[in-house]
């Protein structure tokens, strides 16, 4: 036989589930060389016949120009009912084979060598595939302050394993509304990496199911990219060409995952994560099994504070706050929230004051630190009616340290002093 290339060799051992890069491949052929010439070898050319591997390849059937020893004893002479059962060790004399002996043993030196380089180009891209599932671990612990702010409801998982369906799971955590999930999808293509929002979109699922959420490239937090920019943000900051691998933020409704789980009737549920094109499903990724992340919450109590805007003449009741280390549930009230929440209502207009007052208190309103810094939750993404209530929730990427909240204000309105 020839001297199998590294890449056939791979081949044979199902080596397509770590793709190696062509650096890795080289480095994986000079360690093969290397080792054969520290085993006292020649490093055979890459298509020329081996000597070592040409001879002797069957025992039974070989014709070698060296006479067997009549000392040595031949095993087809023997009635196997007299041997069965027994091991018995054949004398040596030293009057063997000995060019035939040299032979194997180089031969089976020569496979030890290219086994030693196979199992190391397979170890080099499992590493490397590995490798990128803790550095993006690392990466989002710094990312989202989670490290800083006890953000102890923020999950990170056991990257060490192999992927399902090439979906990793790498952290998760619930603002109590949102079930956040970070994730690693592989392989994806540089072309395909850059062109999310041109022609490239994702979206994850619990499997089965039609309950699905968005998902986004996991971009630093806080940077803004221009028109025309995204794709290089995503190849920068995303993705990863050596293992073609691209980092995911997926989020999913908390009160519809629970809603699923129910139905399947268990406490965890399969995650999956798909890619359209051009409109269409192209990829799926996973299933894996997730379940829901608990909730980190701190509950604030305003007393049902009253709170007069003068610029709009109006009035709100602060009854409290539900803060989470990514978002918060302001819980007010005011004149016809039940009609303007629930949607019945035929002018909208003399509602509009009412919407802007909402706004405006989860803008203006401001969490203050123990270290004297600021925190403004912002403008509600969602809202509803519950209980008498309207929740306002809202949500940001990097955590905030909930334990060290010690006063909540509105202009002059004190809400909550530690």
Same mark, same amino acid.
């Given at each position: 036989?020839?001297?199998?290339?590294?890449?056939?060799?791979?081949?044979?051992?199902?080596?397509?589930?770590?793709?190696?890069?062509?650096?890795?491949?080289?480095?994986?052929?000079?360690?093969?060389?290397?080792?054969?010439?520290?085993?006292?070898?020649?490093?055979?050319?890459?298509?020329?016949?081996?000597?070592?591997?040409?001879?002797?390849?069957?025992?039974?059937?070989?014709?070698?120009?060296?006479?067997?020893?009549?000392?040595?004893?031949?095993?087809?002479?023997?009635?196997?009912?007299?041997?069965?059962?027994?091991?018995?060790?054949?004398?040596?004399?030293?009057?063997?084979?000995?060019?035939?002996?040299?032979?194997?043993?180089?031969?089976?030196?020569? $496979? %030890?060598? =290219?086994?030693?380089? #196979?199992?190391?180009?397979?170890?080099?891209? /499992?590493?490397?595939?590995?490798?990128?599932? &803790?550095?993006?671990?690392?990466?989002?612990?710094?990312?989202?302050?989670?490290?800083?702010?006890?953000?102890?409801?923020?999950?990170?998982?056991?990257?060490?394993?192999?992927?399902?369906?090439?979906?990793?799971?790498?952290?998760?955590?619930?603002?109590?509304?949102?079930?956040?999930?970070?994730?690693?999808?592989?392989?994806?293509?540089?072309?395909?990496?850059?062109?999310?929002?041109?022609?490239?979109?994702?979206?994850?699922?619990?499997?089965?199911?039609?309950?699905?959420?968005?998902?986004?490239?996991?971009?630093?937090?806080?940077?803004?990219?221009?028109?025309?920019?995204?794709?290089?943000?995503?190849?920068?900051?995303?993705?990863?060409?050596?293992?073609? $691998? %691209?980092? =995911?933020?997926?989020? #999913?409704?908390?009160?519809?995952?629970?809603? /699923?789980?129910?139905?399947?009737?268990?406490? &965890?549920?399969?995650?999956?994560?798909?890619?359209?094109?051009?409109?269409?499903?192209?990829?799926?990724?996973?299933?894996?099994?997730?379940?829901?992340?608990?909730?980190?919450?701190?509950?604030?109590?305003?007393?049902?504070?009253?709170?007069?805007?003068?610029?709009?003449?109006?009035?709100?009741?602060?009854?409290?706050?539900?803060?989470?280390?990514?978002?918060?549930?302001?819980?007010?009230?005011?004149?016809?929230?039940?009609?303007?929440?629930?949607?019945?209502?035929?002018?909208?207009?003399?509602?509009?004051?009412?919407?802007?007052?909402?706004?405006?208190?989860?803008?203006?309103?401001?969490?203050?630190?123990?270290?004297?810094?600021?925190?403004?939750?912002?403008?509600?993404?969602?809202?509803?009616?519950?209980?008498?209530?309207?929740?306002?929730?809202?949500?940001?990427?990097?955590?905030?340290?909930?334990?060290?909240?010690?006063?909540?204000?509105?202009?002059?309105?004190?809400?909550?002093?530690?």
């Amino acid at each position: 036989m020839r001297k199998a290339r590294i890449s056939e060799l791979m081949d044979g051992y199902g080596a397509e589930a770590y793709p190696m890069s062509a650096s890795h491949a080289a480095d994986a052929g000079r360690v093969a060389a290397l080792t054969m010439r520290k085993l006292g070898l020649d490093a055979p050319d890459q298509g020329a016949p081996t000597h070592a591997m040409n001879e002797h390849t069957n025992d039974e059937h070989t014709n070698d120009e060296h006479a067997i020893d009549k000392h040595v004893i031949d095993k087809r002479a023997i009635d196997k009912r007299t041997v069965t059962g027994t091991r018995r060790a054949v004398p040596d004399d030293g009057r063997g084979v000995p060019e035939r002996n040299a032979h194997m043993k180089k031969k089976r030196l020569i $496979t %030890l060598a =290219l086994a030693a380089a #196979l199992t190391l180009a397979l170890g080099i891209a /499992a590493c490397a595939a590995w490798s990128i599932h &803790t550095a993006r671990q690392s990466e989002l612990r710094a990312e989202l302050g989670v490290g800083e702010n006890d953000a102890s409801g923020y999950v990170e998982y056991d990257v060490s394993g192999e992927p399902d369906g090439g979906l990793v799971l790498l952290s998760a955590a619930s603002d109590g509304s949102e079930q956040r999930i970070y994730v690693n999808i592989s392989p994806i293509s540089e072309a395909e990496a850059g062109a999310y929002m041109d022609t490239v979109w994702y979206g994850c699922r619990v499997d089965g199911t039609t309950i699905g959420g968005n998902a986004v490239p996991a971009l630093p937090v806080g940077e803004a990219v221009a028109s025309g920019e995204m794709s290089a943000s995503v190849l920068r900051s995303a993705y990863d060409a050596e293992t073609q $691998t %691209l980092t =995911l933020q997926c989020f #999913l409704d908390v009160n519809s995952v629970l809603q /699923a789980m129910q139905s399947l009737g268990t406490e &965890t549920f399969p995650l999956s994560v798909q890619m359209y094109a051009d409109g269409l499903l192209t990829r799926s990724f996973g299933p894996v099994s997730f379940a829901l992340t608990e909730e980190q919450l701190r509950v604030f109590d305003f007393g049902h504070a009253l709170y007069h805007d003068e610029e709009l003449n109006k009035d709100i009741e602060l009854v409290g706050l539900d803060l989470t280390p990514f978002g918060a549930v302001w819980k007010v009230n005011y004149e016809g929230a039940a009609e303007l929440q629930g949607g019945k209502y035929t002018d909208f207009e003399p509602y509009r004051p009412w919407c802007e007052l909402e706004d405006r208190v989860m803008r203006e309103a401001e969490i203050i630190f123990s270290d004297g810094t600021v925190f403004s939750t912002g403008a509600s993404l969602s809202s509803c009616y519950e209980n008498g209530t309207v929740n306002l929730w809202i949500s940001w990427l990097k955590a905030i340290d909930i334990s060290d909240v010690q006063r909540i204000v509105l202009g002059d309105l004190v809400l909550w002093e530690a």
